[in-house]
């Protein structure tokens, strides 16, 4: 079905990339800004700008699209806006409260264009008749400065008549409105066969089996299998981006763990942790709906693992406290798994929380 850009708007920043879930792994638009792209029956999905891009086909399709985002206007008294409201040292009261009033007049001028139920008149003092004309095609009616004489102006108008200060709990239903439905697609998997080792040191028969995954020939077979198995269908360019990344992985992984029992303790801590990590990676290539190469897998950890320690009270090694917060790779495995992460902290919490 083909998709068409709408515009660019904002979005809560634990929002998902729509084709980022679609692949399998739940990336989070953290910018807390989304593209959102149209099919032909109306239904929409947030993206991010690379997944919009790529999904487009070039940048040429995003171009001309509202910016719900922009705030490219004159502010009263004091030019164009830097950094949003606070942080400027020794700024007037008045000047603050107009910028405020500039920028929810422009965000409600971009979204009359978008869904047509409301109006911002200059002033109360607007022809009765005008009034009514409005109350036939809008929802609500904001008005700029004081409420001079507006029983009189709009006596008899049915729709909501309110100064623009009182536009923000007006802006959090809007959004509600017209946000797409942000759940993750739930895919349910069939349960693939048990393979059984049979060996009388079972260890060296399961690192024997996942020896064979390292070769790009048997890891893409692997990919093939699993689509097939899932009534997915992968190109021929997607299988072998998929076998190559998990090749890599799988001989990383090896590699870790591949240690002597004689070796030092936090070699062999380490080696674990980091090829664990590694044969994640290659799980989530092998899923048919997972990243599509290795390079998308490794974009995961540029905010990191994702994991934080605390000392316990007593500071003694035992008593440690390790967790996993909402960003980096770690909770994007998780969320891979079908796990919730929606109650993961984004900074480290403070010791006893």
Not at 82 to 103: E, T, V, W, Y
Not at 218 to 224: M, N, Q, R
Not at 277 to 295: H, R
Not at 328 to 345: E, K, Y
Request: hydrophobic fraction near 35%; aromatic fraction near 10%; glycine fraction near 10%.
């Amino acid at each position: 079905m083909p998709l068409t850009a709408d515009r660019k708007d904002f979005v809560d920043p634990d929002t998902c990339c729509h084709r980022c879930v679609m692949n399998g792994n739940n990336r989070m638009l953290s910018s807390g800004v989304a593209f959102f792209l149209k099919h032909d029956d109306g239904t929409e999905h947030p993206y991010g700008p690379r997944c919009a891009t790529e999904t487009l086909g070039g940048r040429d399709g995003l171009k001309g699209i509202p910016d719900f985002t922009a705030r490219d206007f004159d502010l009263p008294g004091g030019g164009e806006s830097g950094g949003g409201a606070g942080g400027n040292d020794g700024s007037d009261p008045q000047d603050a409260a107009l910028r405020d009033a500039a920028i929810a007049k422009r965000y409600l001028l971009l979204r009359m264009e978008k869904v047509a139920n409301i109006a911002v008149l200059y002033s109360t003092a607007t022809d009765n008749a005008f009034y009514k004309s409005l109350e036939q095609r809008v929802q609500h009616i904001f008005f700029n400065g004081q409420p001079y004489m507006l029983d009189s102006f709009a006596r008899g108008i049915s729709v909501p008549v309110e100064p623009l200060g009182d536009f923000f709990p007006f802006f959090v239903a809007l959004n509600k409105q017209v946000e797409p439905d942000r759940t993750p697609a739930v895919r349910s998997k069939p349960k693939m066969g048990i393979r059984r080792i049979t060996d009388e040191t079972p260890l060296d028969g399961i690192l024997a089996r996942l020896q064979q995954f390292t070769s790009v020939n048997l890891a893409g077979k692997l990919v093939e299998q699993r689509a097939s198995h899932e009534g997915v269908t992968l190109t021929h360019d997607q299988v072998t981006s998929k076998a190559a990344g998990i090749a890599y992985a799988m001989r990383s992984a090896l590699d870790y763990i591949g240690f002597s029992p004689t070796d030092k303790l936090n070699k062999r801590i380490l080696g674990l942790y980091y090829g664990t990590i590694a044969f994640a990676f290659a799980e989530m290539l092998a899923s048919p709906s997972g990243p599509s190469d290795l390079d998308e897998v490794e974009e995961m950890t540029k905010q990191g693992h994702g994991l934080y320690a605390l000392p316990g009270i007593h500071g003694g090694f035992a008593d440690v406290h390790v967790g996993v917060l909402a960003t980096g790779f770690l909770p994007q495995w998780l969320a891979f798994l079908g796990q919730d992460t929606s109650t993961f902290p984004t900074l480290t919490p403070f010791r006893g929380e």
